[in-house]
């Protein structure tokens, strides 16, 4: 099953960016953003690459594993160093 939507949400908010924020920091409409979040559309490969790379998450991980019931403490053991 794929996560990302609401995994981008849960890492966005973990590091304490708005939705805006993150956009600008990927150089995206705040509204592209938020459709990756509502999982209305998704993040080409090179986007989906840069948005693991400011959460600090890996591919598979921000793909596969579903965070949204984790802490914040079980989320930054996951986070890539």
């Given at each position: 099953?794929?996560?990302l939507?609401?995994?981008?949400?849960?890492?966005?908010?973990?590091h304490?960016?708005t939705?805006?924020?993150?956009?600008?920091?990927?150089?995206?409409?705040?509204?592209?953003?938020?459709g990756?979040?509502?999982?209305?559309?998704?993040?080409?490969?090179?986007?989906?690459?840069?948005?693991?790379?400011?959460v600090?998450?890996?591919?598979?991980?921000?793909?596969?594993?579903?965070?949204?019931?984790?802490?914040?403490?079980?989320?930054?053991?996951?986070?890539?160093?």
């Open positions: 099953m794929n996560h939507s609401t995994n981008l949400k849960k890492m966005r908010m973990h304490g960016m939705q805006a924020e993150a956009a600008e920091r990927l150089g995206v409409l705040r509204s592209r953003y938020a990756w979040e509502g999982g209305m559309s998704e993040p080409n490969l090179d986007m989906l690459l840069a948005c693991c790379t400011l600090k998450m890996s591919v598979g991980t921000m793909l596969t594993k579903d965070l949204a019931p984790l802490t914040k403490d079980d989320i930054n053991r996951l986070l890539k160093p």
